[in-house]
Nanobody, 122 residues
Framework: QVQLVESGGGSVQAGGSLRLSCTAS????????MGWFRQVPGKEREGVAA???????SFADSVKGRFTISKDNAKNTLYLQMNSLKPEDTGMYYC????????????????WGQGTQVTVSS
């Protein structure tokens, strides 16, 4: 069982930056595939980025070159560094974890946080 708690959301102007954090509980955190997803009301949840147990990463095309995903296993914390933010990046951002199989920002994932809101104004 893994519990995830996101933080770091907020409001920023276009072109700005934010760093999201996700703190995980559970002794197997370092072995999980971790991902970030986002959702806007009325739209399907969208995968943003994922990082595998070996540190390899993958990103949605819409955020490549602007977002970075990283993790600190000693702190059981996942990060999403978001630069050059655009209004279309606005949404509720969720941290997620899955124990086995592929590691891409594509569902299904087994464990989810409660989300943190990111709002980018033009």
């Amino acid at each position: 069982q893994v519990q995830l708690v996101e933080s770091g959301g907020g409001s920023v102007q276009a072109g700005g930056s934010l760093r999201l954090s996700c703190t995980a509980s559970g002794s197997r955190y370092s072995t999980f595939c971790m991902g970030w997803f986002r959702q806007v009301p009325g739209k399907e949840r969208e995968g943003v980025a994922a990082i595998a147990r070996d540190g390899s990463t993958s990103f949605a095309d819409s955020v490549k070159g602007r977002f970075t995903i990283s993790k600190d296993n000693a702190k059981n914390t996942l990060y999403l560094q978001m630069n050059s933010l655009k209004p279309e990046d606005t949404g509720m951002y969720y941290c997620a974890a899955r124990a086995a199989g592929y590691c891409y920002p594509r569902e299904p994932y087994s464990y989810w946080g409660q989300g943190t809101q990111v709002t980018v104004s033009s």
